[in-house]
């Protein structure tokens, strides 16, 4: 690694270990007062000696960017760290100043002796910048888990009755919440023995070509598992739509009302009763 002239890496983890308290005291000055008290001093000071130690190990064995081998233990830590503040609800400035406060900590190790001190400087900045991007890579899993976890809860399956359950659908419906429908709704059958479905449309906003192709998916699947099936919940204005455009429900069954569904599939449920069939 060079700044003037060429540092070896070993003798830069020398430098700092020489000077450690002086330049792990201006980090964690610094750091604790961007932070703003989002996180104890005490767990700041044991992330940052955690840091200190595994970049000085890295330097020790040769390493001298942070993609190096020397240094998969630092990139561990790091990782381990933004994951930890995403999780936590820090913002990517937040976490990152972490980071590059231990520049203010080699500014006062080159009051001392400027040989070397570029090429830390160079190396914080890898740091600092490798931490935004597993901060960011974090937010986004967490994000997709949030999403995923939304989609599971604004799609329940309701036993309404012996042998009836109900989907009620709020919102737009598109492929991939289709797919949850789907599933949920499959593995409710198979739990429950039920054999009607009542898939309400009620709360979905509008109904298209694609949404009723969305329809007809789970309603055919539902069918190959045994279960009839009833779409209520059609309005006056999503009845003209449907009509407009064309859409063909075939030979399965609507209703008006999620009532009126109910009260149908129980009389058939009667029915087969009376014949001595399965209900």
Known sequence: MASTGTTAPEHL???????????????????????????????????????????????????????????????????????????????????????????????????????????????????????????????????GEQAEQLLELSTPVVKLWEGVVAVPLVGTLDSARTQVVMEKLLNTLVDTGSEHAIIDITGVPAVDTQVAQHLLKTVVAARLMGAECTISGIRPQIAQTIVALGIEFG??????????????????NRSRARTGLPA
């Open 251 to 268: 030979d399965i069954r609507t209703r008006a009302t999620l009532a009126d569904a109910l009260v149908d599939a129980l009389r058939s």
């Open 13 to 143: 983890a020398q430098l700092l270990v020489d000077d450690a308290d002086r330049v792990r005291g201006a980090w964690l000055e610094t750091a604790a007062r961007e932070l703003h008290g989002r996180t104890s001093r005490g767990e700041l000071e044991r992330e940052q000696s955690d840091i200190f130690d595994a970049l000085t190990d890295g330097l020790r064995a040769g390493g001298t960017a942070l993609s190096d081998p020397a240094f998969d233990q630092l990139r561990g830590i790091l990782a381990d760290v933004s994951a930890a503040r995403a999780r936590l609800g820090f913002t990517p400035r937040e976490t990152a100043i972490g980071i590059f406060a231990l520049k203010e900590g080699l500014y006062e190790l080159a009051a001392s002796t400027e040989a070397g001190v570029t090429s830390l400087l160079r190396l914080v900045d890898e740091l600092g910048l490798f931490t935004f991007e597993t901060f960011a890579s974090a937010r986004e899993a967490i994000i």
